[in-house]
Structure formats: structure tokens, C-alpha cells
């Protein structure tokens, strides 16, 4: 059963930076595409940034510059760093196993202005 689990939300002030986390369990980390997408209120979820296995990444137009994602296959885990975060960033953060398509359940991002 492969397990999602995400962290390293919380509140920061516009401008600031935040580091999430997306430790999985499992052994089919290292072949699997991943991704973080987020969801704000009233909003559908949207991709925010994917990484393949052979650490190829895209984002979204309105991260690009700002938002790096990478992955740690020694420790299953893959990262979202956030820079430069701004009130639209608010959201709640999700990762996902493309491959399997399978869901963590998520992190509070709120960026005051």
C-alpha cells in the first residue's frame, strides 16, 4: 500500500519561502513521475510542478522562477520549494504518484499579504 505524506506547510508573509515535503512509502517511489498540485478555495486543483524519474521537471506558468521541484529517491521523498510566495499561492498543496495515481492528503499553504 503506498502511503503519501505531506508537510512543511503553514503561514508566511508575502515574499517569504516554504519548503514542502512528500515522504512515501513503498518500493515503487523511484519509478514513478511525480507531482504537486494545489487547490484553493472555490478553485479546482490545479498541476503546480512534475518531476520524472529521470528528474526531467515543467510547472505551471505562474510558479516558473519561483518554485523548484525535486526528488530524493534514497529517502522516497520529493520536495516543493517556494519562493517569492504571494497571496495567490494560498492553497491547499497536494502531492500525487502519477503512476499510480494515488493522492497524500495534504498541506496548508496561506500567504498573507
Sequence with gaps: QVQLVESGGGLVQAGGSLRLSCAASGSIFSISNMGWYRQAPGKQRELVATITTGGRTDYTDS??????????????????????????????????????????????????S
Design 63 to 112: 510558479v516558473k522562477g519561483r518554485f523548484t521541484i525535486s526528488r530524493d529517491n534514497a529517502k522516497n521523498t520529493v520536495y516543493l520549494q517556494m519562493n517569492s510566495l504571494k497571496p495567490e499561492d494560498t492553497a491547499v498543496y497536494y502531492c500525487k504518484n502519477e503512476l499510480l495515481s494515488r493522492w497524500g492528503q495534504g498541506t496548508q499553504v496561506t500567504v498573507s
